[in-house]
């Protein structure tokens, strides 16, 4: 696990790098053509891992069922995030992955429920999600480099 936990700290690392390096406007400016923005996919990517994670191992979430709400899958995004919101975020970015670390360290999740993704991938068990977290991640950061052309 620790290559994989290596490849996930790389990329929120490069998460972080687009909300120190962005401006609120440009975070929030959805392109003409595509559904979302840069400060949705990054929120998406927070939600998702916690839903993956936590809510699947039966273990409560780190983030808010509001932010649940305006990041989940089918969601879109209202180009109107604040700055509050996006410092939230950011927070979040750091935090739920060393949380999630220090609690597999420490043996937290005991049990997983089985699912499937909308892509197909099915996930039997804790690693299964771990793993297909840094895949979704890495699909949602290409997003973003397209994104970044355009803003």
Known sequence: MEATFNIWKTSRATYLKFLENYSLEQLNKIPEGMSNNLIWNIGHIVVSQQGLVYRLSGLPMQVTPEMMDAFKNGSVPTGNTSLEEV???KAL???????????YENGVFKEYTPYETKTGFSLQNLHDAIQFNNYHEGIHLGFMMKIKKFI
């Open 93 to 103: 970015l750091i935090s739920t992955m060393n949380q999630t670390i220090s609690d």
């Open 87 to 89: 410092n939230e975020i």
